[in-house]
């Protein structure tokens, strides 16, 4: 039984935080509403019922996270950043680690194990699914939702694994970024124009409920043990490359979507013209 | 199906890297049942409220006309939504003691929770701003590609003149700020006014106030930075 009431009391607490952080924007839409439109908003009893689906739902998916992914995902970073299990039991530390850097392949599994976690944890971040069913919906399907997931997805996971590399080898984080800006420029001047305003928007998207504390939680882990790195100043900057990244991912899948559809294009007009 | 892919990382690398066995096994499964029912009443929710919501919000705006509400509208949300937002707390209260460490401000409580205060004003200003902006840019039809550039060409000029124990933080905050109720209800509402305005196309101009509002934080906190510094 009392395994059950912990579960409740999870519950009950992740609900009122989940409330607590919807409070400042039912206050805005309500002000608004009153002050600004002076209209009854249409179907008033179903956005209610909505809105009281999206607290639950959020509110168990966060306990859900909390108990199962976060603990777990904590504790393997850990792990895999031990010096123990890096450089195996009963061998000698400190002949490894006698340079300013620690070599930058033992981190291997890291970097493989950065990769995948931020690929799977941004197929399941919900404000991405709700910006892919958008974009989905107003294309008239012609952007699919699962395509541009998995863009997002593996350009979070190429970001979250560089960065961990960065953090290993101590480059200052402001090289990395000014050059994907750069990269970033380029692209988005041979970019297909229709795809642009979603590239970018994808890039904020991405790092939210479920990437942000994993990640987080990555780069401290390694930041604290990689010898000669400091949590609090290295430790950040996972974050920035996964917005940085999903971007330069989705403007890429859009031109080679671009270029397959063209090709497509050119073989309905032959078979039009026959 | 969405949660699945995190699942099957964390086993193969608890299984075949690690060598370890799975601690709490029943914990995990309850939780991961947790995680997978509450997406699917999350996704409900949001065709049901937040979607409906933002168009038909965005709908009453467009027929009434007046641009300074809107454009009020977009600060207010942004501003209220991201000051209330808990990874900003954490990431505001790491930066005050950062800039401690780095003697920028003195190590007292005062001074600090000061910082602390200023950086989380800041970052929400900075939201609104986009928020702001990013509703002209919608009604008026203006390239996101132009607002992009002028925000990153600042970005690199700003960072070659930031203290750099900010500039971490400063990237970090771009992301953070986009939380997971506010970015449904803004893509709706941004995808609404495109539709409802004549002459606006829903995809290119619909879209970008997300990215607005994570290009701005970037900006500001090094400003803030800087403007800390020099006080």
Known sequence: ?274 | MDVFPILLVIVFFQVFVIQKSFPNLGTTLVGFALVVFGLFIFIQGLESALFPLGERMAHQFAQKGDIRWIVFFGFALGFSTTIAEPALTVIANKAGKLAADAGTISAQPGPIADYVLGLRLTVAFSVGLAGAIGVIRIIKGWPLMWFVMAGYGLIMVTTLFAPKEIIGIAYDAGGITTSTITVPLVTALGVGLATFIRGRNPIIDGFGLIALASLTPILFVMVFGIVAQEV
């Open chain 1, 1 to 274: 039984m009392e395994y059950e009431s912990s579960w409740w009391q999870l519950l009950n607490h992740s609900l009122k935080g989940t409330a607590l952080d919807i409070l400042p924007i039912i206050g805005v839409l309500v002000f608004f509403q009153l002050v600004a439109i002076r209209k009854k908003l249409p179907h008033f009893k179903k956005i209610c019922t909505g809105f009281i689906l999206v607290i639950v739902g959020l509110g168990i998916f966060i306990v859900g996270l909390e108990q199962c992914i976060f603990p777990l995902g904590t504790e393997m970073a850990n792990q895999l950043t031990d010096v123990k299990f890096l450089v195996g039991e009963g061998k000698n530390s400190a002949e490894v680690f006698s340079g300013e850097s620690p070599p930058a392949l033992l981190y291997i599994w890291t970097y493989i194990f950065a990769f995948f976690i931020g690929f799977s944890t941004t197929l399941a971040e919900p404000s991405l699914i709700a910006v892919a069913l958008k974009a989905k919906e107003i294309s008239t399907g012609a952007i699919s939702a699962w395509g541009l997931r998995i863009a997002v997805a593996f350009g979070v996971a190429f970001g979250v694994a560089l960065g961990t590399y960065r953090i290993v080898t101590g480059t200052p984080l402001y090289i990395y970024i000014l050059s994907g800006y750069i990269i970033l420029l380029i692209q988005t001047i041979f970019a297909p124009k229709l795809i642009i305003p979603l590239a970018y928007d994808s890039g904020g998207v991405t790092t939210s409920t479920v990437t942000v504390p994993l990640v987080a939680a990555l780069g401290i882990g390694l930041a604290s043990n990689v010898p000669g790195r400091s949590p609090l100043l290295d430790g950040f900057g996972l974050i920035a490359f996964a917005s940085l990244f999903p971007i330069m991912a989705v403007l890429a899948y859009a031109k080679i979507t671009e270029i397959l559809s063209q090709r497509n294009q050119n073989n309905y007009h032959h078979r039009g013209s026959q």
